[in-house]
């Protein structure tokens, strides 16, 4: 009986840490969503809700080369 439990509550361990891994991005993947978000209302303070959590700085390269290819620099 005792292993039965423990057996149970290892696999639910296991099935709740699968669920959390998948549900979360790494910062490539946000890095590359915000990417794909921003447009021509995006401003340092005016961020698409995809780029809040990327950081200020890696937010800032984001928005000067969204700019350069807007203007066909890339």
């Known amino acids: 009986m005792r292993t ?8 639910g361990a296991a ?6 891994t998948a ?3 790494s910062e490539a993947e946000v890095r590359a969503t915000c990417e794909r978000a ?3 209302n995006s401003t340092l303070s ?3 809700k995809a780029c809040q959590d990327v950081p200020a700085e890696s937010y800032r390269t ?3 080369v969204y700019d ?3 203007e066909g620099l890339d």
Do not use: G
């Not at 039965?4 to 696999?11: K, S, W």
């Not at 099935?15 to 959390?20: E, G, I, M, S, V």
């Open 68 to 70: 350069l290819k807007a």
């Open 15 to 20: 099935l709740l840490l699968a669920a959390l």
């Open 62 to 64: 984001l928005l000067l």
């Open 38 to 40: 921003l447009d021509n």
């Open 46 to 48: 005016n961020r698409p």
């Open 4 to 11: 039965r439990t423990t057996a149970t509550a290892a696999l």
């Open 23 to 25: 549900c979360t991005q």
